[in-house]
């Protein structure tokens, strides 16, 4: 299984301001993914990321809002632009494993409070 | 579009019992995974256990085993012997076709608690 680490681990944030949060893994993996998971809820799914290309959104999530980086097959970023309290969840990325399989491998999760 | 159904927002247990999560399913796609997650209060999502829609036999991994009934369209987790550290949401989700077939689509999740 890949050991995947985000940073930063939890954050709190002032509305209208952008944080960027970063996904590492140990191992080369094709894709990553980003998902959200507000407070009480199941996680969604907000883009899935291909290093070498732009990366795919979901329904309800544009690029303007939670634009991505893989600039590598190792690394990602997601940025939560122009914050709002609805923004405070928790942003979890995660790898496919190379199994038959296919279960994904989560980081951490990075816990973000915005006032 | 798939979708996983989880009707236990909340479930307790006492220790050393046996527990089964409830996780129903609707697909169109002949061929699917399921897989079940535990998410502690620190926020981390677990991988626990994987079943195949091809698979003839039951996942069991440890304490942990997936009762896979094909026809009913459900993947129930049986947690054997419970601990106090098994405490935690656990959520049902399956594996999507669609681009690639990477992509997982969650249930609403259960919150499992042990008691002494």
């Known amino acids: 299984s890949a050991v995947i680490s985000q940073k930063p681990s939890r954050d709190i944030c002032q509305r209208g301001t952008s944080l960027t949060i970063q996904c590492q893994v140990d191992?080369?993996?094709?894709?990553m993914f980003w998902y959200r998971q507000q407070p009480g809820q199941s996680l969604t799914l907000i883009a899935t990321a291909n290093q070498g290309s732009e990366a795919t959104y979901e329904s309800g999530f544009v690029i303007d809002k939670f634009p991505i980086s893989r600039p590598n097959l190792t690394f990602s970023t997601l940025t939560v632009s122009n914050m709002s309290p609805e923004d405070s969840s928790i942003y979890l990325c995660?790898?496919?494993?190379?199994?038959?399989?296919?279960?994904?491998?989560f980081g951490p999760g990075t816990r973000l409070t915005v006032t | 579009a798939q979708k996983i159904t989880q009707t236990q927002p909340g479930m307790f247990v006492q220790e050393k019992e046996a527990v089964t999560l409830d996780c129903t399913y609707d697909?169109?796609?002949?061929?699917?995974?399921l897989f079940w997650y535990k998410q502690p209060s620190s926020g981390e999502m677990i991988f626990l256990i994987y079943?195949?829609?091809?698979?003839?036999q039951n996942a069991t991994e440890g304490r942990y085993s997936l009762n896979f009934q094909k026809a009913r369209k459900s993947a129930n987790l049986v947690i054997s012997a419970s601990q106090l550290g098994d405490s935690a949401m656990y959520f049902c989700?399956?594996?999507?076709?669609?681009?690639?077939?990477?992509?997982?689509?969650f249930g609403t999740g259960t919150q499992l608690k042990v008691e002494l």
């Open positions: 995660s790898v496919a494993g190379t199994g038959d399989t296919y279960e994904q491998y």
């Open positions: 079943q195949g829609s091809y698979d003839q």
């Open positions: 191992s080369q993996v094709t894709m």
């Open positions: 697909t169109s796609d002949p061929s699917y995974g």
């Open positions: 989700a399956m594996r999507d076709w669609t681009g690639g077939g990477n992509k997982l689509t």
